[in-house]
Structure formats: structure tokens, C-alpha cells
């Protein structure tokens, strides 16, 4: 069974560029969530969904970012205009519907912003 | 809401000696725990969790981690480490209740084993 894919592994983008980053869930898990670490904290949530809609978006750190999930398979979330501040490793997870406790997560996308 | 502090960045120790990676965290309400696993280039891995039950509990590679209600921790243990132990470890949790499935991690411990 194909664990959670990631897409780019990494990608360097200048200020003000616009970047767009996948994950394809584990088939068959309905929840689908996106975190993020900077480098030196912790891992933050961002964002949740269930099937194709937004259960829980709290986390999101502003309007320049944007998460869709499309007929609920693949998830993309874009970064528009990106700033430096939005350096770091971004990682996807999904879990099944009745055991969210396992949350298997990619391998992340580490986002570089000069 | 919730967070997690580990207390140490950086755990090195020699192959086949013990190990205690601590964690406490703070919430309002009854918590799940978990432990997460990083090795190098890899997602994250669950390691260990607890729901409910037991307060120790294992995992298959010889953890465990017992949860302190009293003290709001949750260490991790292994009594003798390998080389191929070397990664960087999350302690997170989860709030009791609704729908909401996020979870709140700590900063991570990297947990160095040499030869």
C-alpha cells in the first residue's frame, strides 16, 4: 500500500513568487491534514479536511494561503505571494475516518523563500 | 487549547544504554498523547499513543511511555538503545471531545545513539 506522497520534495522561490504543493492521501482515508514546521519550533496545524470539505481551517496563518480538495482525493495548497517568513518543511498527513488517531504522514515538502 | 514542551533539543547517548525522552504538556481538558518518529529523509511515524486504559504503553520496537496524569507528562524509555534508534522524536497531543482531529506537537528531541 502507497504511503502518503508529497510533491515537490523541495522547492526554492523567490519573495512575491507563488508556489503550489501537492499530497496525495493514503486511497480510502477521508481526512486529510496539512502542518508546517520552521525551522527550530514546533509542528503547527493548518489546516483539515474531510472529503473534499474544510472541517477545521484554524490553523491557516493568512489570506495568502489557500488549500483545496478537489473530489477529495488530492490536496493542494498554494502560497500566494509568498513571503520569507513562509520558510519550512510542510507536511500532509491523512487518517481514516474511524481511527483519526493515526494520522500517517509524508515525507514533506521543504519550501524555501529568498 | 493545548502544548507540548520537550524539555531537551538534543539527546546523546552510547548504543545500548538507556534512554528518557521527557514531555508535559498543558490543556484545560483530558488529553490523547502520541509519539511521533522521524527518521532522516522520512515522514513522520507514529510510535506509541495513548487513548485511554492502561497508562503504559508499548511499542513494538521497545519503547514505552507512560502518561502521569498528576505530573502532565508523558515520557518516552527505552532501556537499551540501538544506532538504528537515531531520529528525531515528537511528543503531541490531542484534545478530548468534538470533531476537531489536530494535533499539537512539541518541538522534537533529537536523539543521537553512537557507537
Known amino acids: 500500500e502507497a504511503g502518503v506522497t508529497q510533491f515537490p520534495s523541495h522547492s526554492v522561490i523567490e519573495k512575491g513568487q507563488t508556489v503550489t504543493l501537492r499530497c496525495d492521501p493514503i486511497?480510502?482515508?477521508?481526512?486529510l491534514y496539512w502542518y508546517r514546521r520552521v525551522m527550530g519550533k514546533e509542528i503547527k496545524f493548518l489546516l483539515h479536511f474531510v472529503k473534499e470539505s474544510k472541517q477545521d481551517e484554524s490553523g491557516m496563518p493568512n489570506n495568502r494561503f489557500l488549500a483545496e480538495r478537489t473530489g477529495g482525493t488530492y490536496s493542494t495548497l498554494k502560497v500566494q505571494p509568498a513571503e520569507l517568513e513562509d520558510s519550512g518543511v510542510y507536511f500532509c498527513a491523512s487518517s481514516l475516518a474511524d481511527t483519526w488517531y493515526e494520522q500517517y504522514f509524508g515525507p514533506g515538502t521543504r519550501l524555501t523563500v529568498t | 487549547a493545548q502544548s507540548v514542551t520537550q524539555l531537551d533539543s538534543q539527546v546523546p547517548v552510547f548504543e545500548e544504554a538507556p534512554v528518557e525522552l521527557r514531555c508535559n504538556y498543558s490543556s484545560s481538558v483530558s488529553v490523547y498523547l502520541f509519539w511521533y518518529v522521524q527518521y532522516p529523509n522520512q515522514g513522520l511515524q507514529l510510535l506509541l499513543k495513548?487513548?485511554?486504559?492502561?497508562?503504559l504503553v508499548e511499542s513494538i520496537n521497545g519503547f514505552e511511555a507512560e502518561f502521569n496524569k498528576s505530573q502532565t507528562s508523558f515520557h518516552l524509555r527505552k532501556p537499551s538503545v540501538h544506532i538504528s534508534d537515531t531520529a528525531e522524536y515528537f511528543c503531541?497531543?490531542?484534545?478530548?471531545?468534538?470533531?476537531?482531529?489536530?494535533?499539537?506537537f512539541g518541538k522534537g528531541t533529537l536523539l543521537t545513539v553512537n557507537p
Open positions: 503531541a497531543v490531542r484534545g478530548l471531545g468534538g470533531s476537531n482531529y489536530k494535533l499539537t
Open positions: 495513548y487513548l485511554s486504559g492502561s497508562t
Open positions: 486511497s480510502g482515508h477521508d481526512n
